[in-house]
Nanobody, 116 residues
Framework: QVQLVESGGGLVQPGGSLRLSCAAS????????MGWYRQTPGKQRELVAR???????NYADSVKGRFTISRDSAKNTVYLQMNSLKPEDTAVYYC??????????WGQGTQVTVSS
């Protein structure tokens, strides 16, 4: 059984910062990618940022230069530093991991609200 536990969401004013964390535990053999997705009501879940085991990253165009993803492979933990937040960043953010065996796991989601 694999569990992903997210933390760090909340309410922040425009221009502010938040740091999301996601810790994976359980029967994880080897993690290939760790990432963050987000979803708003009525829209599809979209990739925000992803990082591979080798440290390669990719970001959605809308967050480039503002968000930074990092991981601690020894702890199977991934972070998302979000700066210069905008109201359009408001969403439920989900942690995702994909193993080298192509198993796919999701967290329960954490709400991020950017509002004055």
């Amino acid at each position: 059984q694999v569990q992903l536990v997210e933390s760090g969401g909340g309410l922040v004013q425009p221009g502010g910062s938040l740091r999301l964390s996601c810790a994976a535990s359980g029967s994880i053999v080897r993690v290939y990618t760790m990432g963050w997705y987000r979803q708003t009501p009525g829209k599809q879940r979209e990739l925000v940022a992803r990082i591979t085991a080798a440290g390669s990253t990719n970001y959605a165009d809308s967050v480039k230069g503002r968000f930074t993803i990092s991981r601690d492979s020894a702890k199977n933990t991934v972070y998302l530093q979000m700066n210069s937040l905008k109201p359009e960043d408001t969403a439920v953010y989900y942690c995702n991991i994909v193993t080298f065996s192509n198993d796919d796991y999701w967290g329960q989601g954490t709400q991020v609200t950017v509002s004055s």
